[in-house]
């Protein structure tokens, strides 16, 4: 948008826009590399993956995991780093840990991935978007997105763009050629479409103040619900939560009111069921924001807004595209309340914590 370019927010909402270009860029980097083949032939098979990461990158890690058992078979989970630390037996053990981090600086990834390789002797591959970084010289194999780097504190493009790497790597390993292709082709397809969730989310958040901001899904797509969330919560310093859809209607229902909007991320897989909460609590009142790839006529009855990907693709490879109207709405109610999203409250861009000695 240019009236944003000298506005605050300027960085962030260039970023968020500029997420299908850098998609393929770095898919076209990864082809150009072969390393994902490298890597997907060389890992070790019949061993549990093990997703790391802290804040924004540990809800990464959660859908990463949930794709990577759909894709390839074998077993896997998502940790934040810190429990590696203070609760180490919870580690399945052997395993193949996956450290996600944006910068490669973050402290909790660091002391993990030194536990990891110097005390457990596994071998870790690292995702990052930094150059040069500690996270480099402490994994066995690595990744490195240059192209999804960002100047803003949230990770957006970065999110999106290690996620989607590494449901390449996944689709590889499982030997899914119709979901690389699906991921090759998301970039033009969402492209296509952004613009109408940019005005879509825009016109939501003109139209009402809201107490409480809600997010659902399940599957691969609640890790995207737990990072549209923090989207939220980052951006616009709102109270914000998250559930597994039909987790909701087991007490968390009691806070449904007009003044809670509750956003929706549907999937195929468990279509009747989410549409049927949706319908529930729509019943009840609450204010509802639907993220599906079709919206059918039950959705657009109980939907007060809808956000429709409209993609010819595997329905795991839209999970990079479900989150971006959660980025959008941190980012728009961000500059509702007179916040600047480039610059969040008490937050910086490396979490780096001091070890006492």
């Known amino acids: ?29 990864m082809d150009k590399s072969a390393e994902l083949r490298l890597l997907a032939h060389n890992l070790p098979g019949n061993i549990e993956w093990v997703f790391i990461g802290c804040g924004s990158s540990f809800y ?18 998502a940790i934040p780093a810190s429990e590696i630390m203070l609760f180490p037996q919870l580690l399945p053990v052997p395993c193949q ?9 973050t402290s909790e990834i660091l002391q993990a991935a ?14 990052t978007c930094g150059t040069d970084t500690p ?45 690389l292709t699906g991921l090759h082709k998301l970039p033009e397809q969402f492209a296509a479409r952004l613009g109408q969730f940019q005005t879509t989310v825009k016109s939501l958040v003109q139209a009402g103040t809201f107490a409480d901001y809600v997010f659902l899904g399940q599957g691969p797509f609640f ?3 737990q990072e549209s969330m923090l989207k939220v919560k980052e951006m616009s310093c709102s109270y914000a939560q998250c559930f597994h859809t039909l987790e909701f209607r087991h007490g968390p ?16 897989t468990g279509f009747d069921a989410e549409v049927a909460v949706l319908e529930e609590i729509k019943a009840l009142g609450g204010t509802t924001l639907v993220v599906a790839n079709t919206c059918s006529a039950a959705i657009r009855k109980a939907a007060d807004y809808t956000v429709e990907l409209s993609l010819d693709i595997p329905e795991a490879a839209r999970a990079a595209a479900s989150v971006i109207a959660g980025q959008l709405l941190g ?27």
């Open 135 to 179: 996270i480099e010289k402490l994994s066995s194999d690595h990744i490195i997105l240059h192209a999804a780097d960002e100047k803003s504190t949230v990770m957006t493009r970065s999110f999106t763009s290690m996620l989607i790497v590494l449901q390449s790597l996944a689709a590889i390993r499982g030997d899914h050629p119709d979901f």
């Open 1 to 29: 948008m240019t009236e944003l370019k000298s506005a605050s927010g300027a960085n962030t909402i260039s970023e968020i826009l500029s997420q299908p270009a850098t998609w393929t860029t770095c898919l076209q980097a």
């Open 331 to 357: 980012f728009y109610t961000g500059l509702k309340k007179g916040l600047n999203p480039d610059e969040p409250r008490n937050l910086s861009r490396v979490v780096t914590l001091e070890s006492r000695s």
């Open 114 to 127: 030194r536990y990891l390789e110097g005390v457990l002797n596994l071998k870790v591959l690292a995702i």
């Open 223 to 225: 890790g995207i619900a």
């Open 97 to 105: 840990p996956v450290m996600i981090t944006r910068s490669g600086h």
């Open 253 to 268: 229902k009691a806070i449904v009111s007009p003044e809670t909007l509750i956003t929706f991320i549907i999937s195929e």
């Open 60 to 77: 990464l890690a959660q859908s990463a995991a949930a794709s990577w058992s759909i894709l390839t078979g074998e077993k896997s989970r």
